[in-house]
């Protein structure tokens, strides 16, 4: 068996063999050099009344326990147009997963759990769309077929979702480039999942049917930065328009990634842009390291001439007590021992920061057998005292080799077979590089195995829905609607000194429109207003709780009241801190609150005798500019709102 500190020595090796770079100190040097490739598909929901496909209301959401019925159902795969079955179809089969659905009356009707036939399509959400659509210079489609796409994972009861192309080929600019977007398609929304362990999976059904668009854009991302400035991009774009919903879950990317001589690996529902750097940074050397992989193994053993061995072993036979040997026991589990020919120092083999080769079975056996983690142990793991302790049984019951790898895993007798099928697949795919899979992001940058990755073979037209003609007029009428274009919008942020790092709260949250019309009402200056929404706002809201609904336009009439009252702008900052913790407080007892006082130049002027005065008494820095920092100090609390700091600053130097 292999010695911890050659383990650990393995997997650090691995990773300078494959050239890992730390993401921190990744060059755009470095992802051409390992051929980094990226795609995108964005998917948004729809700001609509009504779902996608029936009348149930398309934003009110449900508590996880709170529900008026359960919906079982098992999904079984169907052939395709070409009489052939799905990949990712076949592999949730296997599962034998129970599918439970949580209904609640009010969010769901007999559409959701394919007992009718859908409704008309929703007008609000195609336009919508079709906005979206030529906002991104799309030639949108004269006639729109709604297809079925399958997905067996139960996230949605029908075991397929409707989605149709609404617009094909169009571009969005990025700093440094162009990228071309394949289509954006119109499709309901999936179930939100409670729950996943062994072999039952919850799910809820209040998000499911909600209008969404999907934006596919071209490969054409060549550095993780890139893909995020991208899927940034779209986020503002889709929310310039008013129409789509913000906030956790209204939109999530699946990010496609692959290095040179590796293979297209979707990374699936990415909540988060600011994850995407790191993931498809990891995502794209796991893929070098898979390469690797192959490289090793075919050097000692032609796939065609690979077999694994299994057997049963012995709870009698074995004198280890570790914990795992002790819960197999107490569960009645079987102790399943697999031998992996010519596979020493693969399981140990670099492939995630943290993660090795080993970690890709156990995740496939977390997925496809059902079986909860931890649910193997390998003769390559770092701390491996299973095998210190029955090694020399272990290998002599496989007949073992030195060259070879072993694996434990326990299971009861309804999962085994597709246990050990799960192993041999995988083992077998490491000869050919790199799977064709679906994997889900982790925080920690990192990615596990989601499912195997669907083909064509899972989408046929749906026989439920006719084609949707799109007249032209209607395209042109909607045209004349466009907000301004996201890359316009930076440009005017340019324009107005407005600093870059305001950039993203502004436009996430669709403030262009806000910010001109303050300026255009009260004449305040547009780099403030921007700064106050970005900066000051933006602050609040991770530090303090509003006691009402905070909206914008609480922002707006802040401003009017300042304008009506006389006063200077710069109030607004702590104006601001009052409001949002109290938005429904008049505006009057704001400034009541902030004890302000109206003082006019002269008043102000006054103080400052007194006050230089006193700083001779107390003074003991030799800075040629003390005096004036501390004076402006004692009366800055008093001049804001009554005249502009700048004033204030010249009034006091002249003074002293």
Avoid at 277 to 295: G, S
Avoid at 318 to 330: D, G, I, W, Y
Avoid at 413 to 435: K, L, N, S, W
Wanted: charged share 30%; net charge negative; aromatic share 8%.
């Amino acid at each position: 068996m292999s010695d911890i500190f050659d383990v650990v020595n393995n997997f650090h090796e691995t990773k300078k063999e494959i050239g890992y770079v730390d993401f921190k100190s990744a060059t755009e040097k470095d992802y051409k050099k390992i051929g980094f490739k990226c795609g995108l598909e964005v998917h948004q929901q729809l700001k609509t009344e009504k779902k996608l496909f029936c009348r149930c209301p398309a934003s009110t959401y449900q508590k996880i326990d709170e529900y008026d019925a359960e919906v079982i159902r098992h999904m079984r795969p169907t052939l395709s147009e070409l009489g052939e079955y799905d990949g990712t179809a076949l592999m949730e089969f296997r599962t034998r997963k129970n599918i439970t659905y949580r209904l609640k009356n009010e969010t769901t009707c007999t559409y959701e759990i394919d007992d009718t036939p859908p409704f008309k399509i929703n007008l609000d959400a195609l336009k919508i769309a079709i906005q979206i659509s030529l906002l991104v210079k799309q030639s949108v489609v004269g006639e729109l077929h709604i297809i079925r796409k399958q997905y067996l994972d139960g996230s949605i009861p029908a075991g397929f979702q409707r989605t149709g192309i609404i617009g094909i080929e169009g571009e969005i600019p990025l700093k440094n480039k162009t990228i071309r977007l394949i289509q954006i398609s119109i499709e309901e929304d999936s179930a939100r999942e409670i729950s996943d362990i062994g072999h039952e999976r919850v799910y809820r059904t209040d998000r499911l049917g909600m209008p969404l668009i999907e934006t596919v854009t071209y490969p054409e991302m060549l550095t993780p930065q890139e893909a995020a400035e991208a899927c940034q991009y779209l986020r503002f774009m889709a929310r310039s328009t008013g129409n789509v919903y913000t906030g956790i879950g209204a939109a999530r990317q699946d990010v496609n990634v692959s290095c040179e001589g590796g293979t297209r690996v979707e990374i699936k529902g990415v909540a988060h842009i600011k994850w995407i750097p790191l993931l498809t940074h990891n995502e794209c050397y796991r893929q070098v390291a898979l390469l690797k992989i192959r490289e090793r193994l075919l050097k000692k053993i032609k796939p065609s001439e690979w077999n694994m061995n299994v057997v049963e072993l012995d709870y009698n036979k074995l004198t280890s007590s570790t914990h795992f040997v002790l819960k197999a026991k107490e569960e009645n589990k079987k102790l399943i021992a697999v031998n992996l020919p010519n596979f020493k120092g693969i399981l140990s083999h670099f492939t995630q920061p943290g993660k090795m080769f080993s970690n890709e079975i156990a995740d496939r056996l977390k997925v496809i057998a059902c079986l909860e983690h931890p649910n193997m142990l390998s003769s390559e793991m770092p701390r491996p005292e299973f095998f210190f302790a029955d090694g020399d049984y272990i290998k002599k019951a496989l007949d073992a080799s030195d060259d070879d790898a072993q694996i434990i895993f326990w299971t009861d007798e309804y999962d085994r077979q597709i246990a050990t099928e799960t192993i041999e697949e995988r083992c077998q795919m490491a000869f050919e590089g790199v799977p064709n899979e679906t994997r889900k992001g982790l925080p920690d940058g990192t990615t596990i195995f989601e499912r195997v990755l669907p083909g064509a073979d899972r989408m046929y037209p749906d026989t439920d829905t006719a084609p949707i003609c799109i007249p032209e007029k209607l395209i042109e009428d909607i045209r004349q609607t466009l907000p301004h274009d996201v890359c316009d919008e930076m440009k005017t942020l340019t324009e107005w000194g407005v600093p870059e790092s305001a950039w993203t709260y502004i436009l996430k949250n669709n403030l262009m429109m806000m910010i001109r019309r303050i300026n255009y009402e009260t004449d305040v200056n547009y780099k403030f207003i921007a700064k106050l929404f970005a900066y000051d706002l933006n602050h609040l809201e991770g530090q303090l709780k509003p006691s009402g609904e905070f909206t914008f336009s609480k922002v707006l009439g802040m401003f009017r009241f300042i304008k009506e009252e006389n006063l200077h702008p710069e109030i607004s900052r702590l104006m601001l801190v009052e409001l949002y913790q109290q938005p429904n407080m008049r505006f009057e007892s704001i400034l009541e609150q902030l004890d302000f006082k109206r003082r006019d130049k002269e008043k102000l002027k006054s103080y400052i005798p007194l006050l230089s005065e006193k700083f001779d008494q107390i003074n003991t820095s030799k800075e040629a500019d003390a005096k004036f920092h501390w004076v402006m100090g004692q009366i800055r609390n008093k001049a804001i709102g009554n005249i502009a700091l700048t004033d204030l600053a010249k009034i006091v130097k002249e003074s002293i």
